[in-house]
T-cell receptor, first 114, second 115 residues
Framework: EAQVTQNPRYLITVTGKKLTVTCSQN?????MSWYRQDPGLGLRQIYY???????DKGDVPEGYKVSRKEKRNFPLILESPSPNQTSLYFC?????????????FGPGTRLLVL | AQSVSQHNHHVILSEAASLELGCNYS??????LFWYVQYPGQHLQLLLK??????LVKGIKGFEAEFIKSKFSFNLRKPSVQWSDTAEYFC?????????????FGSGTKLNVKP
């Protein structure tokens, strides 16, 4: 079954304690993205990756890092989480195409930073 | 900066009423357009998409959307809503210039359908 998986699904942590949210896709997609969803703001792109070892900042990259060492995985790293990073996070993947393609979203990770 | 505007933040309808949700974007070049739906507690699912061709596109569950290039709009419609359509709806724009992985989302419209 084609899917995007994220772990963990729920996470409560404290300010400053480094954490990683994993994302994996089994569709051999080149493009992957991380979004955060906040009430009234919709989804905002944090980082995206065009392929292995190719990443770039989205609209709200501050406080986040990513890596893309393998095609299927795109972890999101919060080196020093702060309460304003409390949010719902979605990973997405897209197949590379000329006309644009549909994004497939993971189930989401709800993060609470105390 | 590019922006996507969804003017209706919260819509309440009775079953069988018609639905139209507005979406306007600011990007002047060629775009791909999407509507996603998010049911309570779930991730986003694609409702429909427009890449090129007929500006009236049909999606799943009886939804359709019309791309009006001159108005930079991509409004979502459904002739007769059901209680199961209660969800949040997001419009998304993918500017096609050179980066197929840059997406801009609207702030969402929460639809509440009363049985």
């Amino acid at each position: 079954e084609a899917q995007v998986t994220q772990n963990p699904r729920y996470l409560i942590t404290v300010t400053g304690k480094k954490l990683t949210v994993t994302c994996s896709q089994n569709m051999n997609h080149e493009y992957m993205s991380w979004y955060r969803q906040d009430p009234g703001l919709g989804l905002r792109q944090i980082y995206y990756s065009m392929n292995v070892e190719v990443t770039d900042k989205g609209d709200v990259p501050e406080g986040y890092k990513v890596s893309r060492k393998e095609k299927r995985n795109f972890p999101l790293i919060l080196e020093s989480p702060s309460p304003n990073q409390t949010s719902l996070y979605f990973c997405a993947s897209t197949r590379k195409g000329l006309a644009g393609e549909t994004q497939y979203f993971g189930p989401g990770t709800r993060l609470l930073v105390l | 900066a590019q922006s996507v505007s969804q003017h209706n933040h919260h819509v309440i309808l009775s079953e069988a009423a018609s639905l139209e949700l507005g979406c306007n974007y600011s990007y002047g070049g060629t775009v791909n357009l999407f509507w996603y739906v998010q049911y309570p507690g779930q991730h986003l699912q694609l409702l429909l998409k427009y890449f090129s061709g007929d500006p009236l596109v049909k999606g799943i569950k009886g939804f359709e959307a019309e791309f009006i290039k001159s108005k930079f709009s991509f409004n979502l419609r459904k002739p007769s809503v059901q209680w199961s359509d209660t969800a949040e709806y997001f419009c998304a724009v993918n500017p096609r210039l050179y980066n197929f992985n840059k997406f801009y989302f609207g702030s969402g419209t929460k639809l509440n359908v009363k049985p």
